[in-house]
Each structure stands twice: as structure tokens, then as C-alpha cells.
């Protein structure tokens, strides 16, 4: 038995200690997938207990991805909590400019799971300088404490109801807040997720953790979306059809009545809802279709007046100036079972149109649209991938020349070490192992500035200074410059120090990336028990123990993405 309050799982595996304890996923590299309680044993072994009580033991040569979350009531996580809740997601509102302001498209999204890069969030939004606001409740499954996660690029904050505020307003490169709070089962809470994006990448992202739910994305399930604004609260349930945005005007603005209608079938002789005029107004519908075929698809769009159609980034039909009935049709090619978001838009200036949406699948004829080919939720779209190179804008943290981050507060530095605050884990790193130290976040209009053939300081006004770092000491760089000589400057000036490059591979024999609960990165030769702790070994760190609670993700390098 290993030392340590030890103690005996049924089948005789002997585990190191409580505090080895997580719940979490483990993915194999022959594609097998486990969740539930999560142990190192044994060294350098993994034994995952989930629901029902099964276990299984994977060598870590055998893991491809491995997740751990420390949770208080642990053999919850075996038992498992059902989610009972028929959510459909949250209300997106997307605004084109920051502060929720301008011009902004309304719809569902089944869960906040977005990894933009530097593309749009949606049709018709900037790549940058916009802001977005979900709104809705959140149903509680279980009674218990829960962990929530907002991952936010450049700033957001998310509020549950008066239990919990997480967030922040002022970072430019993200972030991941959590917090704790105890839920009652059953009960709603009032949800509003906010993110804004100044320039650059742009990522939204909420997960949770609590009673029997290992780390993962809070699910539609639980989430029920509401519009909510001084003048009106309403309810959207139903998930086939398409979310209708009715605007009480010709141009997509104001306030805005909600509700999912199951096809696109009208002719409006009177107004298309309480409180419109039978004239001058607007509506959006927005969602995603599925079809059963694969292959081309006719679409067949029947107005009296202006209409566009979109399908994904496409637009198929742009009809604005239309003024007389007319039938106006296109063609795509769709995948079976796949998801395709479906935007449509209509105006009326006098009374009396029509707006109907038909299809024509391969081989069949043509008919509208079916409810149940129609979905008012969005599925997020695949993450994109950051662009590859040199990327002087990092977050905080001393960064070694195998890509290692270690995102403690620098106290000290010379030409030998690199010093931490007493009590961090790790207290020091070798100078010679360090690529760069980023004191504030870099914004991209100076990024370009600190290249990886450049030796010296970028300063808070857009400066480089070219030089050697000669010290770090009481809040002051000293840096040997090549055209000023040896000079000061206070750290409030500094953006960050480069002293190597920082390469983007990993180092030669590195078999795993290592993520820590507070933002570090190592690249990892081995990861393995040692008493009540784990011990690291990054070949451009060296050796560290840390609490088992401080690991958060372990990933094989190497291994092509799924």
C-alpha cells in the first residue's frame, strides 16, 4: 500500500489517498472513453470509478486526454445525478458593437460552447468589437454545491440569479473565473451570461461541476431561454420550428416579440401578433434544418414582398426590394442528419402578405418545410483553431523556451535564476530555460513588435528597446540596452522582457501537456504519484510536486486531434 491514508476499493487496488480524488474523463488512445472518480495509483496509473460502481485501470502510456475536477462529495460522482430538465439552451442576443449596443440578432443557443478565433460569431457581425448577452434560467438537477467555469475572451461575467457573480471586465487576452455556490434541486435560477470582444480572438465558454456531474459543459437540458428586458419577460419553449423575431417596424430594430413558430406559413391579413399594425413591420427567423438525404436540395421561398434567405454563411436569396408575390427559388447541397443554419428574413409595408418557406429533398416532391426538420436551437459550431507563429500577445507568466508557462508573478530575476514569491511551486527556473516573462497582457496592435529573433523590452507606450536583461528587483527592470546603455525601467512600464525564443513545439522527449488550476502550462517527460502529491518532470522546468487538486487536464502530445 502506497503511504498515506490509505485504503481498499473492492478488487483489491490499493489508493494513495483521498486528496488523489477527482472527478473527470479519460479518453484512451484505442478511443475508449470512461468518466466518473478518477485516482492516480500506483505511480503512474489512472482508476476510474463512474456510475454503478465499475472500474477500470489505464497506464498512463495508454492515455490519449484526462480531465480532473476535485469534488467534495465524491461517491455522488458514482451514483451519477440525472438530468431531468427539458431546456433548449439560452437566448443569444449578438450586438454589433460593444456596451450591447447597435443593431442585434436574437436566437437559441443550445449551449455557450464558442471558440470564434478570429472569425465572426455570426452573419453580419464585426470579427471584433462586438458583445453578446445570454439570457434565460438555469434548472438545478440535484441539491448539493456546484462549480461553474466561464472561459471569456477579452471580458465577461456571469450571473446566477443572487448566488453567484464570476467574471472580469478588464482583461484584453481572457480568462477562466469559477466560483462555488449551493443550489437547490428543482428550482430556477435567473442566468445572464455576458462576453465582449475588443480585438483578436474571441472565445465563450460555460461549464459546471457539482453533485454526481464530473467537469463538463452545462447542457441544454438545464438551460430554458428568456428574453428579458425592462418591458417584457417571455418564455420560449418548443424546440422544432424556427425562432420568429417580430419587429414593429420595416428594419430589424427596437424591441422585439419572440416566439418559435413550427414552419414558415403565412399570409397575413391582419397582424401577425398582438400589439402589431397590420403593416410596416419585420420579421427574422432564425435556427437550423436537418434533412434526412444527402444530397442537392431545392429551396422555394414564396413572398409578396422584400426577403432573404440564408443557409449558413450563404446568402441564397436577397429580395429586399421585392413588391410584388413571387416565388424565388435555390439550391444547396446537404449532408444527411447534419445541422445547417437557416436564417430567414421578411418585410411587410402594407397589409395583406405572404412568407412560406418549401423544399424539394432529392428524389421527392416539393413540400413546406416539416417542424421536425426544423430545430429553433443552435448547435455550437466547431472550435476554430488559433492561427499558428509567434504570439507576442500571452497571457501573464514566464514562458520557457519549450513553451512552458508558468503563471506566477515574477519577484526577482538575474542572469541565473528566475524567482517566484516564497511558497510557489515551482520557487525558481534556470535563466538559460527562459523565452520570455510577460508582465501585462500584449494588445495585437503590438504583438508583431516582440518577434522571436528579438532580444530585450516591450514597453507600455508600443516601444521595443533592444538589450539584455541584467536584473529584477523591487519593481524594477534593468536592461542592458544597445542604444541607451544600461537603463531602468519601473515594471508598470513594461509589457514584457524577451530573452530567447520560445519554440512551438515542446521539448524532444515530452509526452504530455499539463494544465494547472491557476493557468500554468507544462510540457511533461513524466507525471507520476509521490506520497500525497504528484510530481512533474518538464525537462525545461525541471521537478515540481504539487497538490493533486492543482492539475486540471492532462493531453498526449503528439497525437492528431479528434
Known amino acids: ?105 436574437y436566437r437559441i443557443d443550445e449551449t455557450i460552447d464558442f471558440q470564434w478565433g478570429l472569425g465572426r460569431p455570426i452573419v453580419e457581425l464585426n470579427r ?14 440535484a441539491t448539493g454545491e456546484y462549480t461553474f467555469y466561464l472561459d471569456a475572451n477579452d471580458g465577461g461575467q456571469l450571473v446566477l440569479g443572487d448566488a ?144 432573404r434567405l440564408w443557409l449558413g454563411e450563404q446568402l441564397l436569396v436577397d429580395q429586399m426590394r421585392n413588391q410584388m408575390r413571387a416565388e424565388f427559388t435555390t439550391a444547396a447541397t446537404l449532408a444527411k442528419d447534419r445541422r445547417y443554419d437557416l436564417r430567414v428574413e421578411a418585410i411587410v409595408r402594407q397589409g395583406g402578405a405572404a412568407c412560406q418557406l418549401h423544399w424539394t429533398e432529392p428524389g421527392r416532391a416539393k413540400k413546406l418545410i416539416p417542424p421536425q426538420n426544423l430545430s429553433a436551437s443552435f448547435t455550437p459550431p466547431p472550435s476554430v483553431k488559433s ?53 501585462q497582457p500584449v494588445s495585437e496592435q503590438f504583438a508583431d513588435k516582440a518577434k522571436a529573433d528579438r532580444r530585450g523590452a516591450l514597453l507600455k507606450n508600443g516601444d521595443f528597446v533592444e538589450g539584455k536583461l541584467i536584473s529584477i528587483a523591487e519593481g524594477t527592470l534593468t536592461l542592458d540596452s544597445t542604444l541607451f546603455g544600461q537603463r531602468e525601467y519601473g515594471l508598470l512600464e513594461v509589457l514584457l522582457v524577451q530573452l530567447a525564443k520560445v519554440n512551438e513545439k515542446p521539448p524532444v522527449g515530452a509526452l504530455f501537456l499539463a494544465r494547472l488550476e491557476d493557468g500554468s502550462v507544462f510540457h511533461l517527460r513524466q507525471c507520476r504519484v509521490a506520497g500525497e502529491r504528484l510530481e512533474l518532470e518538464d525537462p525545461t522546468v525541471g521537478t515540481l510536486t504539487i497538490e493533486p487538486g492543482k492539475l486540471t487536464e492532462l493531453k498526449r502530445l503528439g497525437v492528431p486531434e479528434e
Open 128 to 141: 471584433d468589437y462586438f458583445s453578446i448577452r445570454w439570457t434565460g434560467e438555469f434548472e438545478c438537477p
Open 164 to 307: 453567484l457573480k464570476l467574471g472580469e471586465w478588464e482583461g484584453q487576452l481572457g480568462f477562466v473565473a469559477k466560483g462555488k455556490v449551493q443550489l437547490t434541486a428543482g428550482k430556477r435560477y435567473p442566468v445572464r451570461l455576458d462576453v465582449y470582444d475588443n480585438y483578436g480572438e474571441a472565445t465563450a465558454r460555460w461549464w459546471w461541476s457539482g453533485p454526481g456531474i464530473p467537469k463538463s459543459l452545462v447542457p441544454r437540458s438545464q438551460l430554458h431561454p428568456q428574453l428579458i428586458t425592462p418591458e417584457i419577460t417571455q418564455a420560449l419553449p418548443g424546440q422544432s420550428g424556427l425562432l420568429g423575431c417580430y419587429y414593429r417596424n420595416r428594419f430589424f430594430f427596437g424591441d422585439v416579440l419572440l416566439r418559435v413558430d413550427p414552419q414558415i406559413l403565412f399570409h397575413w391579413a391582419k397582424e401577425p401578433a398582438p400589439g402589431f399594425g397590420a403593416e410596416n413591420f419585420s420579421v427574422r427567423w432564425m435556427g437550423q434544418v436537418q434533412s434526412s438525404l444527402t444530397g442537392e436540395h431545392k429551396f422555394h421561398l414564396v413572398a409578396d414582398e422584400g426577403v
Open 1 to 105: 500500500m502506497m503511504r498515506g491514508a490509505g485504503f481498499i476499493l473492492a478488487g483489491g487496488v490499493a489508493l494513495a489517498s483521498a486528496l488523489l480524488l477527482s472527478a473527470g474523463t479519460v479518453r484512451t488512445l484505442d478511443g475508449k472513453n470512461f468518466s466518473g472518480n478518477v485516482r492516480f495509483v500506483e505511480g503512474d496509473q489512472l482508476l476510474i470509478r463512474g456510475a454503478k460502481g465499475q472500474q477500470v485501470k489505464v497506464p498512463l502510456a495508454q492515455v490519449r486526454f484526462a480531465s480532473f475536477e476535485p469534488v467534495a462529495e465524491t461517491n455522488l460522482i458514482e451514483q451519477g445525478t440525472p438530468l431531468n430538465g427539458n431546456g433548449t439552451g439560452l437566448l443569444g442576443s449578438y450586438f454589433s458593437r460593444p456596451g450591447y449596443k447597435g443593431p442585434v440578432i
Open 387 to 439: 492561427p499558428t507563429g509567434d504570439a507576442a500577445a500571452q497571457a501573464v507568466g514566464v514562458y520557457t523556451w519549450g513553451g512552458s508557462r508558468i503563471a506566477l508573478p515574477v519577484v526577482a530575476a538575474d542572469d541565473t535564476s528566475v524567482r517566484f514569491a516564497a511558497g510557489q511551486m515551482p520557487a525558481r527556473v534556470s535563466t538559460v530555460n527562459v523565452g520570455r516573462i510577460v508582465f
